[in-house]
């Protein structure tokens, strides 16, 4: 049982590249999540999913998109890489939101330099 | 969204030492998550309390969630190297599907 497996674990970018973060869950969770980390500001929520089909903004979307076309893969895009963008991207999934003790399964991380 | 601030931010202790870490915030969460993280690698879930005055044991740490549910705290009793780790409380936001995070203690026991 892998849980959340982010692909890739490290990248380096210029300014202005493009990229995509994968992200895939095999433990059938409904939704799903992409935060960024950052020294001395805990997890910030970039965008979520509460299903299939569907995406919604978090508390600091901007410069980011993504995709939910499966079930099991969340895909977090970089259009164009800004250094202000370096972070280490977290990946996490859970069951739903219709009770709470839901916790949330996290991947290992994405670090992401952008120079 | 609703706001925690996590204190301290930075606590170094040698072994055997008693520590608390607190989470604060003005607004009222439905549940309140602790998680921690070691180098390397995500989050993992260490406890989740739901009620106003909760208190929950897991060996050496106790968890507690205010009776106003919008605050809670992690005593660790006899501090181990092996608790050295990043730890981070999570709120079940009220009017949303998501979790807001504190900014994280990091923790480190010196033997």
């Known amino acids: 049982n892998a849980g959340v497996t982010q692909t890739p674990k490290f990248r380096v970018l210029k300014t202005g590249q493009s990229m995509t973060l994968l992200c895939a869950q095999d433990?059938?969770?409904?939704?799903m999540y992409w935060y960024r980390q950052d020294p001395g500001m805990g997890l910030r929520l970039i965008h979520y999913?509460?299903?299939?089909?569907?995406?919604a903004k978090g508390e600091v979307p901007d410069g980011y998109n993504v995709s939910r076309l499966k079930k099991q893969n969340f895909l977090l895009g970089l259009e164009s890489a800004a250094p202000s963008q370096t972070s280490v991207y977290f990946c996490?999934?859970?069951?739903?939101?219709?009770?709470?003790?839901?916790?949330?399964?996290f991947g290992d991380g994405t670090r992401l330099s952008i120079l | 969204t609703q706001l925690l601030e996590q204190s301290p931010q930075f606590l170094s202790i040698q072994e055997g030492e008693n520590l608390t870490v607190y989470c604060n915030s003005s607004?009222?969460?439905?549940?309140l998550q602790w998680y921690r993280q070691e180098p390397g690698e995500g989050p993992v879930l260490l406890v989740t309390?739901?009620?106003?005055?909760e208190v929950k044991k897991l060996k050496r740490l106790t968890f507690q969630f205010g009776d106003a549910r919008k605050d809670s705290s992690l005593h660790i009793t006899a501090a181990q190297t092996g608790d050295t780790g990043l730890y981070l409380c999570?709120?079940?936001?009220?009017?949303?599907?998501?979790?807001?995070f504190g900014e994280g203690t990091q923790l480190t026991v010196n033997p």
């Open positions: 996490a999934s859970s069951y739903g939101w219709g009770w709470s003790n839901q916790p949330q399964h």
């Open positions: 433990m059938n969770h409904e939704y």
């Open positions: 999913s509460v299903g299939e089909g569907t995406t």
């Open positions: 607004s009222v969460f439905s549940s």
């Open positions: 309390v739901v009620t106003g005055g």
């Open positions: 999570a709120g079940e936001e009220t009017s949303g599907s998501r979790l807001t």
